[in-house]
T-cell receptor
Framework: EPEVTQTPSHQVTQMGQEVILRCVPISNHLYFYWYRQILGQKVEFLVSFYNNEISEKSEIFDDQFSVERPDGSNFTLKIRSTKLEDSAMYFC????????????FGQGTRLTVV | AQRVTQPEKLLSVFKGAPVELKCNYSYSGSPELFWYVQYSRQRLQLLLRHISRESIKGFTADLNKGETSFHLKKPFAQEEDSAMYYCALPPQGGSEKLVFGKGMKLTVNP
């Protein structure tokens, strides 16, 4: 069964460094998302991406964050200058069509900022 | 504003016992709620959705609009049901985001 794949599974970075989290969605999926989950807290929406542009973003998704899908395959989340509070699990999700179709999640990337 | 509340963080039961994982919501309109499950070291996956009215792995969930609840139930829990369970609201009003509860950890002991 096709899966959404995320790399790396765990990344440790120093505060102020840039990180790029990668996601390979299922091939026929059109809508892409990033969510994050700070330890002990709820899964929070960051951004949605459709037709090569951001369609919605949350207040968490500030200028330090960016997303792109440069080669039509990988969907990346970049954090330009990481802060301690960026430490979290980051989940990529994708769906085929509209809002009522199931969102398929990746296994997550645990980001630790030290 | 959309909101999902899972009032309990942890639930521990013995195999064969009934379980009920509580979920309350705040939503304008007619909601279609989801339950997502995350088994140890695995990804979030959709367990069931209100609109399908299915029973998945023995779990059911009934939408109670009067109580604004969507509790997940299983009459006889199994050890393999041990996981994190998240109640979620679907996108609404042009927004694409899923709104999750904080999740609840279910442990089924042998």
């Amino acid at each position: 069964e096709p899966e959404v794949t995320q790399t790396p599974s765990h990344q440790v970075t120093q505060m102020g460094q840039e990180v790029i989290l990668r996601c390979v969605p299922i091939s026929n999926h059109l809508y892409f998302y990033w969510y994050r989950q700070i330890l002990g807290q709820k899964v929070e929406f960051l951004v949605s991406f459709y037709n090569n542009e951001i369609s919605e973003k949350s207040e968490i998704f500030d200028d330090q964050f960016s997303v792109e899908r440069p080669d039509g395959s990988n969907f990346t989340l970049k954090i330009r200058s990481t802060k301690l509070e960026d430490s979290a699990m980051y989940f990529c999700a994708a769906r085929t069509q509209g809002f009522d179709t199931e969102a398929f999640f990746g296994q997550g990337t645990r980001l630790t900022v030290v | 504003a959309q909101r999902v509340t899972q009032p309990e963080k942890l639930l521990s039961v013995f195999k064969g016992a009934p379980v009920e994982l509580k979920c309350n919501y705040s939503y304008s309109g007619s909601p279609e709620l989801f339950w997502y499950v995350q088994y140890s070291r695995q990804r979030l996956q959709l367990l069931l959705r209100h609109i399908s009215r299915e029973s998945i792995k023995g779990f059911t969930a009934d939408l109670n609009k009067g109580e604004t609840s969507f509790h997940l139930k299983k009459p006889f829990a199994q050890e393999e049901d041990s996981a994190m369970y998240y109640c979620a609201l679907p996108p609404q009003g042009g927004s694409e985001k899923l709104v999750f509860g904080k999740g609840m950890k279910l442990t089924v002991n042998p």
